[in-house]
């Protein structure tokens, strides 16, 4: 069975600093991955999704920034974090050809 | 715009008794219509869709809902609503013939009490 990974669980970094979050998906091969972002307010902000390998779709202009350094692996990283970047953020994957998106735990990000 | 609407922000009910959970969409083409359920800090859950065929849907914990396109909606029901259901529900709409390329549009959720 298809399983999905977010690390890590929670973060508080200071403004400024940078930022890596990892997401991984095992047990399917080519999958879409998509990086959300879910505000106080709860509502999900997609802000990249990724059909391969260096495929990158950015959905929001930011100071936020995805890769895909391989099939199952997609990193949602930021070189200086702002107070407004604080958030739960989700990956979710879908398999190839369809929509139905299966998501991870998260990680909440807490920028101070 | 092609958008998806949870007019309820929230709902309340008393254990035991049918829930609803509203959603209303505006997309061109056929849509894929989807609901999900988060529980507090944890990532969303997938509870069921609608794709094609027959209009009621059933899916995981008792959950089911109609599609209604003479309405554009798709409400989540459930007969006899536990404590334990209580969450944030999502509805969201996608599909090729959408032509949102594989994305989702995502409603606001609802967040749904549950009362002993």
């Known amino acids: 069975s298809q399983t999905i990974h977010q690390w890590p669980a929670t973060l508080v970094q200071p403004v400024g600093s940078p930022l890596s979050l990892e997401c991984t998906v095992e047990g399917t091969s080519n999958p879409n991955l998509y990086w959300y972002r879910q505000a106080a307010g709860r509502g999900l902000q997609l802000l990249f999704y990724?059909?391969?390998?260096?495929?990158i779709s950015s959905e929001v202009p930011q100071n936020l920034s995805a890769s895909r350094p391989q099939d199952r692996q997609f990193i949602l990283s930021s070189k200086k974090l702002l107070l407004s970047d604080s958030g739960f953020y989700l990956c979710?994957?879908?398999?190839?050809?369809?929509?139905?998106?299966?998501f991870g735990p998260g990680t909440r990000l807490t920028v101070l | 715009a092609q958008s998806v609407a949870q007019p309820e922000d929230q709902v309340n009910v008393a254990e035991g008794n049918p829930l609803t959970v509203k959603c209303t969409y505006s997309?061109?083409?056929?849509?894929?219509l989807f609901w999900y359920v988060q529980y507090p800090n944890r990532g969303l859950q997938f509870l069921l869709k609608y794709i094609t065929g027959d209009n009621l849907v059933k899916g995981s914990y008792g959950f089911e809902a109609e599609f209604n396109k003479s309405q554009t909606s798709f409400h989540l029901k459930k007969p006899s609503a536990l404590v334990s259901d209580s969450a944030l529900y999502f509805c969201?709409?996608?599909?090729?013939?959408?032509?949102?390329?594989?994305?989702?549009?995502w409603g606001l959720g609802t967040s749904l009490a549950v009362n002993p």
């Open positions: 979710a994957w879908t398999k190839a050809g369809t929509d139905t998106q299966y």
């Open positions: 990724s059909v391969g390998i260096g495929q």
């Open positions: 969201a709409v996608g599909g090729p013939g959408t032509g949102n390329n594989r994305k989702l549009i």
């Open positions: 997309v061109s083409g056929n849509p894929y």
